[in-house]
Protein backbone atom coordinates (compact mmCIF):
# COMPACT_ATOMS: atom_id res chain seq x y z
CA UNK A 1 0.00 0.00 0.00
CA UNK A 2 2.74 2.46 0.73
CA UNK A 3 4.62 1.66 -2.34
CA UNK A 4 1.59 2.21 -4.21
CA UNK A 5 0.96 5.75 -2.76
CA UNK A 6 4.79 6.69 -2.67
CA UNK A 7 4.54 5.80 -6.16
CA UNK A 8 1.17 8.15 -6.85
CA UNK A 9 2.42 10.94 -5.02
CA UNK A 10 5.99 10.97 -6.90
CA UNK A 11 4.14 11.50 -10.02
CA UNK A 12 2.30 13.99 -8.36
CA UNK A 13 5.61 16.21 -8.21
CA UNK A 14 5.34 15.91 -4.36
CA UNK A 15 8.34 16.69 -2.30
CA UNK A 16 8.51 13.93 -0.10
CA UNK A 17 6.40 10.81 -1.14
CA UNK A 18 8.05 8.62 1.37
CA UNK A 19 6.92 10.51 4.72
CA UNK A 20 3.53 11.93 2.85
CA UNK A 21 2.46 8.39 2.09
CA UNK A 22 2.75 7.37 5.75
CA UNK A 23 0.89 10.30 7.28
CA UNK A 24 -1.46 9.84 4.53
CA UNK A 25 -2.26 6.13 5.28
CA UNK A 26 -2.20 6.93 9.29
CA UNK A 27 -4.62 9.56 8.58
CA UNK A 28 -6.99 6.80 6.53
CA UNK A 29 -6.02 3.82 9.68
CA UNK A 30 -6.02 6.56 12.74
CA UNK A 31 -2.45 5.89 13.20
CA UNK A 32 -0.14 7.59 13.93
CA UNK A 33 3.12 7.95 11.13
CA UNK A 34 5.30 6.12 13.88
CA UNK A 35 2.90 3.48 13.98
CA UNK A 36 2.03 3.34 10.25
CA UNK A 37 6.50 2.38 9.98
CA UNK A 38 5.65 -0.63 12.22
CA UNK A 39 2.99 -2.07 10.85
CA UNK A 40 4.75 -1.73 7.38
CA UNK A 41 8.26 -3.56 9.07
CA UNK A 42 5.45 -6.09 10.22
CA UNK A 43 4.25 -6.77 7.19
CA UNK A 44 0.49 -6.01 8.55
CA UNK A 45 -2.22 -5.89 6.16
CA UNK A 46 -4.43 -2.75 5.49
CA UNK A 47 -7.98 -3.15 6.34
CA UNK A 48 -9.83 -3.32 2.76
CA UNK A 49 -12.48 -0.84 3.76
CA UNK A 50 -9.49 1.85 3.91
CA UNK A 51 -7.83 1.02 0.92
CA UNK A 52 -10.06 2.95 -1.71
CA UNK A 53 -10.33 6.02 0.38
CA UNK A 54 -6.15 6.56 1.22
CA UNK A 55 -6.30 5.99 -2.69
CA UNK A 56 -8.41 8.81 -2.82
CA UNK A 57 -6.86 11.00 -0.31
CA UNK A 58 -3.60 10.26 -2.38
CA UNK A 59 -4.99 11.01 -5.97
CA UNK A 60 -5.83 14.59 -4.33
CA UNK A 61 -2.63 15.40 -3.12
CA UNK A 62 -0.78 14.26 -6.61
CA UNK A 63 -3.42 17.13 -7.65
CA UNK A 64 -1.67 19.36 -5.11
CA UNK A 65 -4.12 19.91 -2.91
CA UNK A 66 -2.96 20.83 0.54
CA UNK A 67 -1.77 17.46 2.84
CA UNK A 68 -3.10 19.58 5.59
CA UNK A 69 -6.35 20.07 4.19
CA UNK A 70 -6.50 16.44 3.68
CA UNK A 71 -6.00 15.50 7.06
CA UNK A 72 -7.35 18.60 8.41
CA UNK A 73 -4.21 18.88 11.00
CA UNK A 74 -1.14 21.00 10.85
CA UNK A 75 1.36 20.56 13.26
CA UNK A 76 3.06 23.72 14.45
CA UNK A 77 5.40 23.73 17.45
CA UNK A 78 3.33 21.42 20.21
CA UNK A 79 0.16 21.57 19.21
CA UNK A 80 -1.66 20.52 15.99
CA UNK A 81 -3.77 23.02 14.44
CA UNK A 82 -7.58 22.49 12.84
CA UNK A 83 -7.34 23.85 9.36
CA UNK A 84 -8.81 23.44 5.43
CA UNK A 85 -10.01 25.84 2.93
CA UNK A 86 -10.52 29.79 3.76
CA UNK A 87 -7.01 29.62 6.36
CA UNK A 88 -3.48 29.99 5.42
CA UNK A 89 -1.73 27.13 6.54
CA UNK A 90 0.95 27.43 9.16
CA UNK A 91 4.55 26.72 7.95
CA UNK A 92 7.46 25.13 9.65
CA UNK A 93 9.39 28.56 9.10
CA UNK A 94 6.78 30.86 11.15
CA UNK A 95 7.93 28.36 14.22
CA UNK A 96 11.11 30.75 14.19
CA UNK A 97 9.16 33.37 14.09
CA UNK A 98 6.90 32.29 16.54
CA UNK A 99 10.24 31.28 18.98
CA UNK A 100 11.47 35.14 18.74
CA UNK A 101 8.07 36.47 20.31
CA UNK A 102 8.04 33.56 23.08
CA UNK A 103 11.87 34.75 24.13
CA UNK A 104 10.63 37.95 24.07
CA UNK A 105 7.73 37.80 26.25
CA UNK A 106 10.00 35.06 28.58
CA UNK A 107 12.75 37.59 29.57
CA UNK A 108 9.77 40.43 30.10
CA UNK A 109 9.85 40.92 34.49
CA UNK A 110 6.21 41.40 34.63
CA UNK A 111 4.39 38.28 36.15
CA UNK A 112 2.05 38.39 33.15
CA UNK A 113 3.20 39.53 29.88
CA UNK A 114 0.87 41.03 27.35
CA UNK A 115 1.25 39.50 23.91
CA UNK A 116 -0.65 40.29 20.09
CA UNK A 117 -0.71 38.54 17.20
CA UNK A 118 -1.74 40.19 14.22
CA UNK A 119 -2.97 38.16 11.34
CA UNK A 120 -3.14 35.03 13.16
CA UNK A 121 -4.95 32.89 10.65
CA UNK A 122 -5.27 29.23 12.04
CA UNK A 123 -4.02 30.88 15.66
CA UNK A 124 -1.04 29.15 15.26
CA UNK A 125 1.39 31.73 17.13
CA UNK A 126 -0.99 33.21 19.35
CA UNK A 127 -1.95 28.94 20.58
CA UNK A 128 1.86 28.74 20.89
CA UNK A 129 2.52 31.26 23.03
CA UNK A 130 -0.44 30.81 25.02
CA UNK A 131 1.35 27.06 25.16
CA UNK A 132 5.17 27.80 25.92
CA UNK A 133 4.33 31.18 28.30
CA UNK A 134 1.45 30.12 30.28
CA UNK A 135 1.93 33.46 32.26
CA UNK A 136 0.99 35.54 29.17
CA UNK A 137 -2.21 37.34 28.45
CA UNK A 138 -2.61 36.67 24.48
CA UNK A 139 -4.96 38.74 22.07
CA UNK A 140 -5.59 37.23 18.43
CA UNK A 141 -6.78 39.76 15.61
CA UNK A 142 -7.73 38.21 12.25
CA UNK A 143 -9.72 40.14 9.44
CA UNK A 144 -10.99 36.72 7.71
CA UNK A 145 -14.28 35.22 8.67
CA UNK A 146 -13.47 31.99 7.19
CA UNK A 147 -9.73 32.34 9.12
CA UNK A 148 -11.45 33.02 12.40
CA UNK A 149 -13.71 30.06 12.08
CA UNK A 150 -10.42 27.85 12.02
CA UNK A 151 -9.30 30.07 14.69
CA UNK A 152 -11.99 29.95 17.15
CA UNK A 153 -11.66 26.30 16.53
CA UNK A 154 -8.22 26.27 17.63
CA UNK A 155 -8.85 28.12 20.29
CA UNK A 156 -11.25 26.25 22.01
CA UNK A 157 -8.85 23.25 21.47
CA UNK A 158 -5.42 24.54 22.83
CA UNK A 159 -6.49 28.09 24.14
CA UNK A 160 -6.87 27.10 27.64
CA UNK A 161 -8.91 30.32 28.44
CA UNK A 162 -5.68 32.46 27.97
CA UNK A 163 -6.27 33.65 24.74
CA UNK A 164 -8.69 36.37 23.54
CA UNK A 165 -9.97 35.86 19.55
CA UNK A 166 -10.94 39.41 17.69
CA UNK A 167 -12.69 39.66 14.46
CA UNK A 168 -10.65 42.57 13.02
CA UNK A 169 -8.49 44.25 10.99
CA UNK A 170 -4.64 44.68 11.47
CA UNK A 171 -4.86 48.21 10.44
CA UNK A 172 -7.61 48.60 13.56
CA UNK A 173 -7.52 45.65 15.42
CA UNK A 174 -9.76 47.31 17.98
CA UNK A 175 -8.03 46.15 21.30
CA UNK A 176 -9.29 46.72 24.99
CA UNK A 177 -8.22 50.14 25.82
CA UNK A 178 -6.59 48.72 29.19
CA UNK A 179 -3.61 47.02 26.89
CA UNK A 180 -2.79 49.86 24.43
CA UNK A 181 0.32 51.02 25.54
CA UNK A 182 1.11 48.16 27.77
CA UNK A 183 1.59 45.37 25.26
CA UNK A 184 4.85 43.57 25.89
CA UNK A 185 5.49 42.06 22.45
CA UNK A 186 3.52 42.57 19.26
CA UNK A 187 3.99 39.84 16.40
CA UNK A 188 2.42 39.09 13.38
CA UNK A 189 2.59 37.11 10.02
CA UNK A 190 1.07 38.89 8.12
CA UNK A 191 0.21 39.10 4.20
CA UNK A 192 3.74 39.95 2.31
CA UNK A 193 3.69 38.66 -1.50
CA UNK A 194 3.82 41.42 -3.98
CA UNK A 195 0.64 41.71 -5.68
CA UNK A 196 1.91 40.92 -9.02
CA UNK A 197 4.23 38.21 -7.76
CA UNK A 198 2.15 34.40 -8.15
CA UNK A 199 3.58 31.44 -5.79
CA UNK A 200 5.16 28.77 -8.03
CA UNK A 201 3.73 26.26 -5.38
CA UNK A 202 0.34 24.65 -6.96
CA UNK A 203 -0.82 24.21 -3.28
CA UNK A 204 -0.27 28.79 -2.36
CA UNK A 205 -1.04 29.79 -5.36
CA UNK A 206 -4.46 28.07 -5.61
CA UNK A 207 -5.41 27.12 -1.69
CA UNK A 208 -4.19 29.99 0.51
CA UNK A 209 -6.64 32.73 0.76
CA UNK A 210 -5.67 35.35 -1.05
CA UNK A 211 -6.55 38.06 1.64
CA UNK A 212 -3.21 36.02 3.75
CA UNK A 213 -0.74 36.09 0.45
CA UNK A 214 -0.20 39.75 -1.18
CA UNK A 215 -0.16 43.27 0.32
CA UNK A 216 0.14 45.60 -2.04
CA UNK A 217 3.02 46.36 -5.13
CA UNK A 218 5.76 45.50 -2.79
CA UNK A 219 4.41 43.44 -0.38
CA UNK A 220 4.72 45.41 2.62
CA UNK A 221 1.46 47.37 2.67
CA UNK A 222 0.47 45.51 5.80
CA UNK A 223 3.94 45.82 7.83
CA UNK A 224 3.53 49.57 6.95
CA UNK A 225 0.21 49.76 8.45
CA UNK A 226 1.66 47.26 11.48
CA UNK A 227 4.42 49.60 12.22
CA UNK A 228 2.57 52.43 13.02
CA UNK A 229 -0.10 50.76 14.30
CA UNK A 230 2.16 48.81 17.00
CA UNK A 231 3.55 52.44 18.05
CA UNK A 232 0.80 53.00 19.72
CA UNK A 233 -0.28 49.37 21.19
CA UNK A 234 3.82 48.68 22.19
CA UNK A 235 4.94 49.82 25.78
CA UNK A 236 8.49 51.48 25.84
CA UNK A 237 11.11 48.63 25.51
CA UNK A 238 8.49 46.32 24.00
CA UNK A 239 8.74 43.95 20.82
CA UNK A 240 8.00 43.63 17.50
CA UNK A 241 8.25 40.61 15.50
CA UNK A 242 7.38 40.14 12.11
CA UNK A 243 7.46 37.58 9.27
CA UNK A 244 8.48 38.25 5.74
CA UNK A 245 9.94 36.86 2.68
CA UNK A 246 13.71 36.56 2.51
CA UNK A 247 14.23 39.51 0.37
CA UNK A 248 12.35 42.28 2.50
CA UNK A 249 14.86 42.12 5.97
CA UNK A 250 16.37 45.72 4.94
CA UNK A 251 13.14 47.30 3.19
CA UNK A 252 11.53 46.22 6.73
CA UNK A 253 13.96 47.75 8.54
CA UNK A 254 14.68 50.95 6.47
CA UNK A 255 10.60 51.42 7.49
CA UNK A 256 10.67 50.17 11.12
CA UNK A 257 13.67 52.73 11.76
CA UNK A 258 11.76 55.71 10.01
CA UNK A 259 8.54 55.13 11.98
CA UNK A 260 11.16 55.22 15.38
CA UNK A 261 11.58 51.64 16.22
CA UNK A 262 14.76 51.18 17.52
CA UNK A 263 17.36 48.49 17.51
CA UNK A 264 15.81 46.84 13.62
CA UNK A 265 17.16 43.02 13.40
CA UNK A 266 16.62 40.51 10.56
CA UNK A 267 17.27 36.91 11.47
CA UNK A 268 17.41 33.82 9.17
CA UNK A 269 15.34 30.45 9.91
CA UNK A 270 16.26 26.87 10.31
CA UNK A 271 17.20 26.68 6.14
CA UNK A 272 19.61 29.87 6.92
CA UNK A 273 17.24 32.44 4.61
CA UNK A 274 16.04 35.89 5.90
CA UNK A 275 12.45 35.13 7.45
CA UNK A 276 11.81 37.89 11.12
CA UNK A 277 12.58 41.29 11.46
CA UNK A 278 12.46 42.29 15.22
CA UNK A 279 12.80 45.67 16.15
CA UNK A 280 12.21 47.40 20.43
CA UNK A 281 9.82 50.35 21.12
Known amino acids: ?133 PTARVWAVEKSREAHAWAERNVREWGAGRVELLLGDARDPQLPERIVGRVDVLVSNPPYVPRDMVPRDPEVRDHDPELALYSGADGLELIRAISLVGLGLVRPGGTLVLEHAEMQGESIRRLLAADGWRAAATHRDLTGRDRATTALR
Open 1 to 133: MLAELRAVLAAGGIEDPDAEAQLLLGHALGASRGRVQAMSVLGAPVDPERVDAVRELAEERARRVPLQHLTGRAPFRSIELSVGPGVFVPRPETETVAQFAIDALQAVPDPEPVAVDLCTGSGAIALAIAAEV
